[in-house]
T-cell receptor, first 112, second 113 residues
């Protein structure tokens, strides 16, 4: 599979602050990326996606940035809430089919 | 509600005893995936089906097999489970064609005794 990794395995933020979670990917041909949130004992939940023809996409309280030059993704969560505490994964589609390969994951803890 | 369903949610099997995990979907999606997720690790893709076409990952052990008898159902067969196969097994679906988001089921947690 492809190599998709994260810089920070754990992140703690104060409630109300913004969070930034980073991801590096290895395949420059990858053209579609997804961020997932996974709570304990549950399957990954789609947060936001981005295609390689974009460098930024915004959702509700979340923004994904894509830097193809350095093969880097980030997920920004605005006004982080306790319910945002979870593990966050990025996943990469390498443009060779329908496969998705997941990065290592970052555990986000929101401190009330 | 359209969804991805996995049964059972918890499965206990004995070392070496074959076990089958089930996944069904009401989304009518072309693609179905199986992932293995061990504690504190990322989901690892085992294989996926695009309609009836099976796509195995190069590093998936032969001990893991899959069947997709129709659009709605997909099974994961572990022929001789070892202690190292204890994990959460996640099923996901997606529309075919240009990559689209995956929809995950809740997972089946497999324990091997």
């Amino acid at each position: 599979g492809e190599s998709v990794g994260l810089h920070l395995p754990t992140l703690s933020v104060q409630e109300g602050d913004n969070s930034i979670i980073n991801c590096a990917y290895s395949n420059s041909a990858s053209d579609y990326f997804i961020w997932y949130k996974q709570e304990s004992g549950k399957g990954p939940q789609f947060i936001i996606d981005i295609r390689s023809n974009m460098d930024k996409r915004q959702g509700q309280r979340v923004t994904v940035l894509l830097n193809k030059t350095v093969k880097h993704l980030s997920l920004q969560i605005a006004a982080t809430q306790p319910g945002d505490s979870a593990v966050y994964f990025c996943a990469e589609n390498p443009n060779t089919g329908n496969q998705f390969y997941f990065g290592t994951g970052t555990s986000l803890t929101v401190i009330p | 509600d359209a969804m991805v369903i996995q049964n059972p949610r918890y499965q206990v099997t004995q070392f070496g005893k074959p076990v089958t995990l089930s996944c069904s979907q009401t989304l009518n999606h072309n693609v179905m995936y199986w992932y293995q997720q061990k504690s504190s690790q990322a989901p690892k893709l085992l294989f996926h089906y695009y309609d009836k076409d099976f796509n195995n990952e190069a590093d998936t052990p032969d001990n893991f097999q899959s069947r997709r008898p129709n659009t709605s159902f997909c099974f994961l067969d572990i022929r001789s489970p070892g202690l190292g196969d204890a994990a959460m097994y996640l099923c996901a679906t997606a529309r075919g064609g240009s990559p689209y988001e995956q929809y995950f089921g809740p997972g089946t947690r497999l324990t091997v005794t």
